[in-house]
């Protein structure tokens, strides 16, 4: 759980309006123009060249750091290889202090902040100037960068215009060209004096010693040029093997990074160029290369982590993560920030300093779909998540409701104990729009579901299923929410396998998937979970396992055999069990589909896809489909559709703060469409939009797909006599 000065932050950035407007402005008009840069360009194709490129890198990390270093060497460059960060910032400060240097220009360096060199030179009296024009803001400002690639990007022209003013004691009008042009003013004696330039680099490329910086402003160029000693500062994961290795990344990095085809400039540093003196002298400069572990080296280490070397520092993830656009980076808390952040902040720093930022993920893995190093993010963090759960243990409440959650029949009988106690609360309705005292926040913004009277598992009983000839069986998992709270899903699912000639059972040892123990990082009662569910489904005796929750679904698929790999019977159960498993949409469309027909009578839908059906699942065309082949229906689709909705389980009550402002984009966008009913394929989903619809406009619905298909064809299933 997240600390109080953590939330505070979150709380804090949160109430800054121009920070809110400063990302959201960006966010909204990123995706459009991301798409917009890779038209005509095979996206997958590039990715799943620079994951070939960067993890053979990776893999072959020490002999491509001797090839750098002799071809570099033979080129007339110094390299040193750096253990630490310390160990990087004293050769440079002995370096300085041989050479007599008395001012530095850097251009932009992330390696450089990672290990707050800055700090380290201007503590020996040394004037360390930023020429990069968002690390220049940030240095007057006093901050660090928010964000990898677009350092300023959390600031407007008018904070901009003040912090110029000043820094200059005049005035300065919040113009961006006249900004633009103050910052060349002020830096270009900057470049003249300095003896001394430090740069970063987006590639070290091991077979010609090559250093590339991809540029949108010409300060790189003359960081690297003018001064006579100059300190390229390089983290390992940035090499790579080949010249032509490197057009692969160029594609993707600024299309990907500020979605343009490509950068202003593409500097390329093979060996010391010549160094004018003013006097006159000319000679060859001075030219230092650091390449720096820091890290880097127990990250790949890690079977886990080894991805991260596929990282190519785009900072996509950040672009399109639903928590940065509301927050920004600087409540991260180090420098790195974002998804990406959060996991080289726990090898960088320290397990301890990011243990609050991985708190942040929604697990929505939007990063993850636009990630050109094809990196699971989310999943990383998911595994920092459980690794902190194993050494640090669970606040006492959250511990206390998952051990509760992963005894089944204390579970169960709770709920049923609560469908009766909720009366006064529920008022005769569905939902509950009002809780007492100090719980009353959870209903502020939205209602919550009820508890169903009669759980699914009891109302499974009464259903008959008259199939003269089954083709099949299928063994349905309810999950907890279609099973207590949204029985009528279940009812859906089975009306439809029936129609396609399959028996349903549901198998009463069933329970909890143990998403919310995973996502927790609780893995203990994780594995208890998923050992319960594989000996209950009992996947061996049936045709197909079927879900009606991606969570669930995912869980089935993905989870079990992960948790019980080390247990040879458990394991070949769970490969059976994940084998046959499939979400309800897609099951029903393998299958065939449905027979067209319906109701026939008027209703427009929009769709809502679920963050684990459709990038998890990659299903997404199939429920379309199907709900497109009943009468009557008009589907709209809504801006965003695949946007989180901001549920994303425990999240919603750990950050409410956030859920709700990322709920309230979704209400907006489903407004927007003039329908009358949002179809969802996710409880969890159903739950988030269907409370906050209930508060903003209760004339929407929202209905799960299996219901809404049972619904408008009138097709019942046959309830046998008690």
Known sequence: MADKEFKKKISEALGNDVLRGALGRFGDAYSSAREKAYEGYDFPSIRENIVKVKSYAASHL????????????????KVYRAATGEDAKNYIKELAKRQGVKHIVKSKSMASEEILLNKALMAEGIDVQET???????????????????????????????????HLNRLSQPVITELVKTARNELRKKFLEADMGISGANMAIAETGTLMMVTNEGNARLTSTLPPVHVFLVGIEKLVPKFEDAT???????RSATAQQITSYVSMVTGPTPAYYADGTVKDKEFHIILMDNGRRKMYDDPKFKKTFQCIRCASCLNVCPAFQLVGGHVYG??????????LTNFFNSENDAKNPQNLCLQCGKCAEVCPGNLDIPEMILELRNRMGEKQGLPFTQKFALDVVSNRR???????VASKAQKPLTKGQPVIRHLPLFLSGMTEKKSLPAVADVPFRDVFKTIKQDIKKPKGKVAFFGGCLIDFVYPKIGEG??????????????????SCCGAPATYMGDRKNARKLAIMNIEALDAENADYVVSACPTCTHALKESFPELVHDDPALAARAAELSKKSSDFSKLISDLGGLTPGGDGIPLKITYHDSCHLKRKMGVYAEQRKLLKDTAGIQLIEMKEADRCCGFAGSYSIKFPELSEPILE??????????????????PGCLMQIAGGLDKRNPNIKVVH???????????TPKKSKK
């Open 62 to 77: 020490d002999e491509m750091i001797e090839q750098f270093e002799k071809a570099a060497t033979a080129r007339g460059a």
């Open 132 to 166: 990069d024009l968002g690390e220049w803001i940030l240095q007057l400002a006093g901050q660090h960068p928010s964000h990898m690639v677009m350092p300023a990007i959390h600031m407007t022209k008018e904070e901009v215009a003040d912090i110029f003013s000043g």
């Open 248 to 254: 692969h990344i160029l594609q993707a990095l600024p």
């Open 334 to 343: 180090h420098i790195y920030t974002g998804g990406i952040g959060t996991i």
């Open 410 to 416: 204390l579970f169960h009988s709770l709920l049923r």
């Open 493 to 510: 699912v089975i009306n439809a396998l029936n129609e396609k000639g399959y028996e349903v059972v549901f198998p009463e040892g069933q």
């Open 665 to 682: 984009r979704k209400l907006a966008n489903i407004e927007a469409t003039g329908a009358d009913v949002v179809a969802v394929d996710c």
């Open 705 to 715: 797909t299996a219901e809404l298909l049972w619904e408008k064809r009138k097709k």
